[in-house]
């Protein structure tokens, strides 16, 4: 049997949707992929290397960030995607942002937060390019003691605090951005 990297943390992906996280072991994972423990292991040195990894996996399949992003000129269209990946991360992988948090020794603990935070960045980022391409927004929007990295820090913590409470109104955050910002 031929194994990848991609094919590993495909079968790790559903191991956490349908179990979560914290099922998440390198002998399930061998199983489920129908190969030796030594092959994960060829793939990742440890269990924790692999849970960082499988959270990374995550992320990228429920945000979807790539160069498509780069089609975008409207905030709101692009922010209403990005929520939507959301909704349906949060639906497939159920309680994924509450559980990986908890799940690592504490000597990985900084590696699973700079993994999160690297995705954030990126997300930012591209968030920042879209408002930096968006015509549509008002002139006075942004200024010296409102800028667009203070309203992308916001969308995102806001986004992680309605989620981690369990209760996500993408519709209200968008309203509110809109009044903001057009």
């Known amino acids: 049997m031929i194994i990848s990297k991609a094919s590993i943390l495909k ?29 994960i292991y060829n793939y990742f040195s440890s269990k924790d290397e692999l849970m960082i990894s499988t959270i990374e996996s995550v992320w990228e399949d429920i945000f979807r960030i790539d ?17 939507n ?9 159920p309680n994924f942002f509450t559980i990986h948090s908890l799940s690592f020794k504490s000597q990985s603990i900084s590696k699973a937060k700079d993994s999160m935070s690297t995705y954030l960045d990126k997300l930012r980022d591209n ?45 209200l955050l968008l309203k509110i951005i809109k009044k903001i910002i057009y």
């Open 11 to 39: 079968e790790s992906r559903e191991i956490v949707a349908r179990e979560g996280l914290n099922a998440l072991s390198i002998r399930k994972l061998a199983k489920q992929c129908n190969v030796a423990v030594g092959s």
């Open 67 to 83: 160069d498509s992003d780069e089609n975008y000129d409207n905030f709101l269209t692009y922010l209403g995607d990005i929520f």
């Open 85 to 93: 990946h959301l909704s349906v991360g949060i639906e497939k992988y």
């Open 127 to 171: 968030m920042i390019e879209i408002l930096d391409r968006d015509s549509d927004i008002k002139a006075n929007a942004f200024d010296d003691e409102f800028t667009k990295d203070d309203l992308v820090r916001f969308i995102l913590s806001t986004s992680l605090c309605f989620i981690v409470e369990k209760n996500y109104d993408q519709n």
